[in-house]
DNA sequence: ACCTGAACACCGTTCAAGT
DNA sequence: ACCTGAACACCGTTCAAGT
């Protein structure tokens, strides 16, 4: 996780119902929903001023009202998606039940698999705990799993920092920059991955053995697989360290 | 390492010794030093059409012969920067020398470095093999080293995979959007922290256990210590499965 | 308190034209 | 082959004004 920002809050507030109908009014929960709407179908890219107030039925300006801008409303629509998650992981490790190792490992999986749908995440989830109440309270509930493997604060602290930032980090990479046509569906994604292993294979095998070594499984491969794979390393580490 | 794209290669090439001096004459190189330069002064979002050209001292279209677009410039400029750490690492792991765990370590402490010092590098290190050479060869090189650990080519393409991913996610969360005041320095990260701190003490004892266990530890944490913790744990578990 | 419309300053990219 | 200038279509944000 990185630095958090600003502690200034904006003027932002729930919007009563409207009394009459002449103009359209909204409410933050419907600005961003809308938001996270809009970047479903459309990506990061997708989310423009004026593409979310014409789905909101309004002008531009509208939505400033309720958000300093852009960047506060993709760090909102981010944390309201893991509010979602959080929800549904509540029940895990409650008064500590549980193995907290696989504790943590369900937790993980659960934001992967949601960023991973929305490659739009990556890039704002948990970045900014100020704003993002959610991120903070799975960053939390991570953590309280961690300590109690009775490790030194320190410890803790590294251990914790570093499955979120697997976790997003990998989620984010796989989930990145997939040319328009294929983050679109136009193309199918193995036709796409198809590609990259034609290229992959047509390299010098003595230049690049590694490659030539696991292009079949790269060919294959499924990203929660990988991702599983990756996290059964750290959590194994971590174990590891729990024990010394 | 997420999908790589486009097979399809634009034309560029290089400049000739300009004959006259009536017209600025550039190259891909020099095209791309100047959009590195400006990058690492003013970050992502400085890197104009614009500007480059200004930098360059010609008209914004000449850019477009060289590169298809502000994408592909901001990947040839990550790959460029990459290009100094393979070239940085190159004797690491020659012919089978050194641990090579200690070897994947090495690497990847140096990739890590020089994507925390420029925070633009996150988004576009190693995502398109096709265009980013020198990625490939890193990616080559990380996993000829975890090759000799004598796993199974599944195995291996996923331990690599995880590495990367931790690398390149973890350098591109801490890097990332620190606000503008604090990228450009005016803002010491210092103060910028204790804000964050300051914010964490404030929570519920009762609600947020972890995060005070751990606020000291963050208020005083450095980088590349917490990178490298992570990284150890990454790598016990690896050496841990190879042992099997 | 909340929304509007129009405007501002900027951006990436294209293209016909030049050398 | 390589560069230019001007234009196009678009963007986030602001602001005076409305209700």
New binding site residues.
């Given amino acids: 996780m990185a630095v958090m920002t600003e502690q200034a809050q904006p003027p932002r507030?729930?919007?009563?119902a409207?009394r009459?109908r002449?103009?359209?009014?909204?409410s933050i929960d419907a600005v961003i929903a809308g938001a996270i709407e809009i970047l479903d179908e459309s990506g990061s890219q997708g989310?423009?001023?004026?593409?979310l107030?014409t789905r909101l039925?309004?002008?531009?300006?509208?939505i400033?009202?309720?958000v300093s801008?852009?960047?506060e409303l993709l760090d909102l629509a981010a944390d309201s998606v893991l509010g979602g998650v959080l929800a549904a992981v509540s029940d895990v490790g409650r008064e500590g039940s549980g193995d907290p190792i696989e504790n943590v490992r369900t937790i993980a999986v659960a934001m992967f698999d949601v960023i991973v749908d929305r490659p739009w995440l990556g890039a704002y989830a948990m970045r900014n705990t100020a704003r993002q109440v959610h991120s903070l309270q799975l960053y939390e509930k991570l953590g309280e799993q961690i300590m109690r493997l009775g490790l030194s604060p320190r410890d803790c602290f590294h251990a914790t920092s570093a499955i979120v930032g697997f976790v997003i980090g990998t989620a984010a990479d796989m989930g990145q920059q997939l040319p328009p046509e294929v983050a679109s569906g136009d193309v199918g994604r193995d036709e796409y991955l198809a590609g990259a292993v034609h290229q992959w294979r047509a390299l010098d095998p003595e230049e690049y053995p590694f490659i030539h070594h696991i292009v079949d499984e790269f060919a294959g491969h499924d990203d929660r697989d990988q991702f599983r794979a990756g996290l059964d390393l750290l959590l194994d580490g971590l174990h590891l360290s729990a024990g010394r």
């Fill in positions: 507030r729930r919007a009563r409207p009459e002449s103009r359209t009014s909204h989310l423009t001023t004026r593409a107030a039925g309004g002008g531009p300006a509208s400033y009202w309720y801008g852009r960047e």
